[in-house]
């Protein structure tokens, strides 16, 4: 791969920059620069790996990979606009799933869940959001389990879940807040097993869930108690069945309904939804009768919706969401059909919010999140996206609070291929590939890729491609090969190849190639290795080839070789890898080579070495490395290596590292990714990081990482 050499200086040479100081002044004490540790925040993330990336001179960065989406790096929770679906960037990102929302009358929510942080602050699984999305720092209780539901009631918040404690008080799965503090008091109805749902008629509070007792008294998975006392009152309507469980509440005038899974209720049969007597706990008549679970239960003038796991209720086939009679219990026309669970509903005037697993709702591609037409069941043009399930929705004026699963909202559909601009969101580029994409190389206005793939950009095109770095729209170039690519190189108008396959280009070629830039075919080069080349780096007229092979350019050579780049002859120079060589980098009158072997350049070298192209031998230079590179990068007077790696250099560093290139000696940059980083791209203020990891510097961030230039004091 190559890179650009960036300007400035790292952490490391302190020493020279505090000399130029001197001599220069304040103007070069501006000038010295080195990355940040600390990730760019606005920058997107993918629901995937990516696996190869490249950048161009105006600052975007391409990247390919395995994934199918590319968006905000929102965390788990967040305010949305009911006007465009687009995220608040104010809001502080959630570090955990969020179950539940409820708005606190002043633009702001409270919500619950399994999280334990949002932003920079500690927050146990209950948090109260302001207007603005930022935390309140007045608000704090710590709960020691799940928190599935929540009610705002007066000045006291309730919470029901999973959990035995609240700040360290005995609180078996449901208490009660203070919602100025977050401080627990006295109201505590001990339910011997989890609560899942609240409805509030006044100064009763109906609970549902899985229990048998509570408030004093037996009760089967749903009660009334005093909103003040805890005290559980004579209303029983006692759900039974296989399983049984009350999810779902809402009260309307003088009826309760109960949604979840249950055969019988109220003293009737009725299938996991009825309507109970607000007086008496007796089923009335209303009897819709679903097939399966129900999530979600609004009620809304002569209508109530209905959401969750069933195909049919009211006595008509209906996927997951349903509008019913309230007078007859029967489906309406309203016919929105989710292909997946529907979790949540929010009401909103002519407009029903859902969310849950589904991809499509209302006749539309839906991502997770959608509002419906509440008069003829579309999907309105409102697309958040989110790439994971949502679990609660709230409304207040004119946003919408979105909580669940997902770890990212407001983003875009992307099949394995994505711009990022310079800001780091994506572009309108959207080729799309029908598999994964490993390689990436930029020339000019073309970006070409390689990879698993036998379509891009709605053209027949085999694990190699060249698109119109611009438009996305595939080029002529169509080398048509057998197998999948790994690695990718251009020098002046040659596109080297390397990989599995054994034709390309109309040729028979084994497993490396080079192409004509123009038409895509095979040139007369052909060095044929006997297995994978996975690395490739080009350096005047040498071509520099890692992999698996034992032979290539007519010789025997172990996973590492240098060939002509005329004849495609190997030369003598060679170091012999012990393993596979997983990447190459080259500068100057060195070859500094990563992968999975512990002798290479005739020493023992573990993991990473120096090899000198004059010799073939390695150098003093010896970091070590505990694990395996996967890529890497010569910018200035640094080496950064990507891989699976937990130390090198003798120092604790997590899959991304900078060596000195003259010294190995590990700079003191430390992003500390969570997995695997399998592509590095660096501009002269930018450092790209790719792979398959999930959080940079403890902060979730999954698949992307940016790092820009700071000034060192």
């Known amino acids: 791969m190559s890179a650009r050499p960036y300007r400035g200086r790292s952490l490391c040479l302190a020493c020279l920059c505090a000399v130029a100081i001197l001599l220069a002044g304040p103007a070069a004490a501006r000038a010295a620069t080195a990355l940040s540790s600390a990730p760019d925040r606005q920058v997107w993330v993918t629901d995937g790996a990516v696996y190869a990336s490249a950048v161009a001179p105006d600052g975007t960065t391409y990247i390919g990979g395995a994934f199918s989406y590319v968006g905000p790096n929102t965390g788990h929770g967040v305010m949305l606009s009911t006007a465009t679906g687009a995220p608040k960037t104010a809001f502080r990102q959630v570090q955990g799933d969020v179950y539940a929302a409820v708005p606190d009358g002043n ?16 927050r146990d699984r209950v948090a109260h959001i302001l207007p603005d999305g930022a935390v309140d720092p007045h608000f704090s209780a710590d709960v ?24 360290g008080r005995g609180r078996h799965f449901v208490a009660a807040l203070r919602a100025s503090s977050g401080a627990v008091t006295a109201w505590d109805p001990k339910p011997n097993r989890p609560v899942a749902a609240f409805a509030f008629s006044g100064s009763t509070v109906y609970v549902g869930g899985a229990f048998s007792v509570i408030g004093g008294r037996n009760r089967s998975c749903i009660a009334a108690l005093s909103a003040r006392t805890g005290a559980a009152t004579a209303w029983d309507p006692s759900a039974h069945g296989t399983s049984r469980a009350v999810l779902a509440l809402a009260v309307s005038g003088s009826t309760v309904y109960a949604g979840g899974l249950f055969g019988a209720i109220g003293g009737q049969e009725r299938h996991h939804v009825a309507a109970l007597d607000a007086a008496t706990g ?17 009620g809304s003038g002569s209508t109530v919706y209905a959401a969750g796991l069933f195909s049919a209720i009211g006595g008509q086939a209906r996927a997951h969401i349903a509008a019913l009679d309230a007078g007859s219990g029967a489906a309406t026309a309203w016919d929105p059909a989710a292909d997946a669970a529907v979790w949540t509903l929010a009401l909103a005037g002519s407009t029903v919010y859902a969310g849950g697993d589904f991809d499509t709702i209302g006749g539309q591609g839906r991502h997770h999140v959608a509002a419906l037409d509440a008069t003829t069941a579309a999907a309105t043009g409102w697309d958040p996206n989110a790439n994971g ?15 669940g699963q997902f770890t990212s909202i407001g983003g875009k559909d992307r099949s394995d291929l994505a711009a990022l601009d310079a800001a780091g969101a994506a572009t309108a580029w959207d080729p799309g590939a029908d598999g994964t994409v490993w390689a990436m190389a930029l020339s000019g206005p073309t970006l070409y890729v390689g990879g698993g793939f036998t379509a891009v950009g709605g053209q027949a095109r085999h694990y190699a491609a060249a698109l119109d770095a611009t438009s996305g729209a595939p080029t002529a170039w169509d080398p048509e090969a057998n197998g999948a690519l790994r690695t990718l190189a251009v020098s002046g108008s040659i596109v080297y190849a390397g990989g599995y396959f054994t034709s390309i280009g109309g040729q028979p070629r084994a497993r490396i190639a080079a192409l004509d830039e123009t038409g895509g075919l095979a040139t007369a080069w052909d060095p044929e290795a006997d297995a994978a080349v996975r690395a490739l780096a080009v350096a005047g007229a040498t071509v520099y080839a890692g992999g698996d092979f034992a032979t290539i350019g007519g010789v025997h050579r172990d996973r590492i070789a240098a060939l002509d780049a005329t004849s495609g002859a190997a030369d003598p120079w060679d170091p012999q890898a012990s393993s596979a060589v997983y990447a190459l980098a080259v500068s100057g009158k060195v070859v500094y080579a990563g992968g999975m072997f512990d002798a290479i350049g005739h020493r ?4 990473l070495a120096a090899i000198a192209i004059d010799s073939g ?3 003093a230079w010896d970091p070590g490395v505990k694990g395996w590179p996967r890529t890497l990068v010569v910018s200035g007077p640094n080496l950064y290596v990507g891989g699976s790696f937990g130390s090198l250099g003798g120092r604790s560093r997590h899959d991304l590292a900078a060596l000195s290139v003259s010294s190995g000696a590990v700079r003191p940059w430390d992003p500390e990714m969570s997995g695997t980083v399998w592509t590095l791209a660096l501009s002269s203020t930018k450092a790209f990081a790719g792979g398959v990891f999930g959080s940079v510097g403890g902060l979730p961030r999954a698949g992307i990482a940016r790092f820009s230039r700071v000034a060192v004091p």
């Open 604 to 607: 023992k070298r573990h993991r």
């Open 389 to 403: 399930q949502v679990r609660t929705l709230a409304l207040s004026g004119s946003t919408i609070f979105a909580g």
């Open 144 to 167: 020691g389990g799940e928190v599935f539901s929540l009610a705002l009631w007066h000045s006291v918040l309730y919470i029901s879940g999973d959990f035995t404690s609240v700040d």
């Open 107 to 122: 633009g702001g929510y409270y919500i619950g869940g399994d999280f334990t942080r949002i932003g920079a602050l500690t």
């Open 282 to 298: 007796t089923a009335t008549a209303w009897d819709p009768d679903a097939n399966d679970a129900v999530f979600a239960i609004r």
């Open 617 to 619: 031998f390695a150098t």
